[in-house]
């Protein structure tokens, strides 16, 4: 379940039966995209290294800015992370 500090990050969402596990996608790049320290700490306990570059890799939801940042952090090649490849 998503804690309660959390919760404003996922408004959409019907969080009374939603399972961060069930939906990783959705829940890591949410939380890459409008997390503070406290959301990235959770993140990370709750989802691998390799989860969440899956995601930068592959998830075309987060800005070109946190895609960017992410990038760096995780050292993923610009070229790679899929918010920052140019529509077709």
């Known amino acids: 379940m998503i804690p309660q500090q959390l919760r404003p990050l996922f408004w959409d969402t019907n969080l009374d039966n939603f399972d961060p596990s069930a ?8 939380i890459l995209e409008l997390g503070d320290q406290g959301a990235i700490a959770w993140l990370r306990k709750n989802f691998s290294e390799t989860q969440i570059v899956e995601v930068l890799c592959s998830d075309r939801r987060l800005s070109r800015r946190s ?3 992410w990038a ?14 140019l529509a077709s």
């Open 67 to 69: 895609a960017n940042f």
């Open 23 to 30: 939906y990783p996608s959705y829940t890591i790049a949410r």
């Open 72 to 85: 760096l952090v995780y050292c993923v090649p610009t070229d790679q992370v899929a918010a920052l490849k």
